[in-house]
């Protein structure tokens, strides 16, 4: 499947951004921009069922094959993806083989139980009338502007890539290796990355982080210093 694709023009290097559920490519509203000015040209997709991209049936499979589908042979230089947008980017990095990865608390393991809760708790969220909901599940750290894109991109999404994602048996999309750079960075607390789970994630080539303080979207929550992290990981990858 052809994804709609977020565009921002930049030099002859490229990445590839890639959000999670319940938003679309405009939450990298921040961080295209800023990638571009540093050289690239970046490609921002809005995954199935979310933004503008086509409805269809969901799996973790299916919105990777989707993001092969859309870029193609395009090199990429740099992929980023957050929690959905992780998972599927590292099942679909064997195909695009980015020459560096980085994945912001990404959704790569849950559990039976987990999985059951997080799609009650999901499709409650749909059951809101007010972006005051929203902030009182988010918390106070993300910006006025990036709450509001939230709002906006809740309702655009088709309701049934919840449970495309949270089928209630669980999964495990972790990747077995790390044949390019590849770094994550986990949410204090993060019901994704967990200590144990960071642990077999190093073991198999991958550099792990735990941001402190940060919620599951701190590229939202302190731009600036995720920025600060991202250039650093940039000039040493």
Excluded: C
């Amino acid at each position: 499947m052809d994804l709609t694709v977020r565009r921002w023009a930049g030099g002859n290097r490229t990445a590839l951004l890639v959000h999670g559920l319940f938003s679309d490519s405009a939450s990298w509203h921040r961080l295209g921009p800023a990638l571009a000015d540093r050289g690239y040209t970046v490609l921002a997709p809005d995954l199935r069922g979310h933004g503008a991209s086509p409805r269809s049936r969901y799996s973790p499979t299916d919105w990777a094959l989707d993001l092969v589908d859309t870029v193609g042979d395009t090199k990429i230089d740099l992929a980023v993806g957050h929690s959905l947008g992780g998972l599927a980017l590292a099942i679909a990095a064997h195909a695009l083989r980015p020459s560096s990865a980085v994945y912001l608390d990404p959704a790569w393991r849950m559990t039976a139980e987990q999985d059951v809760r997080s799609r009650g708790e999901w499709t409650a969220w749909l059951e809101w009338t007010e972006p005051a909901q929203l902030r009182e599940r988010l918390g106070g750290r993300w910006p006025e502007a990036d709450l509001a894109l939230r709002w906006e991109s809740l309702w655009r999404m088709d309701p049934a890539a919840i449970p495309g994602l949270a089928t209630g048996v669980g999964y495990d999309h972790s990747p077995e290796s790390a044949p390019w750079p590849s770094l994550v960075l986990g949410a204090e607390g993060s019901e994704y990355i967990t200590p144990v789970h960071a642990g077999e994630l190093r073991a198999r080539g991958l550099a792990v982080e735990t941001v402190p303080g940060s919620g599951h979207s701190w590229f939202r929550e302190d731009f600036t210093a995720f920025l600060a992290r991202l250039d650093e990981w940039r000039a040493a990858s």
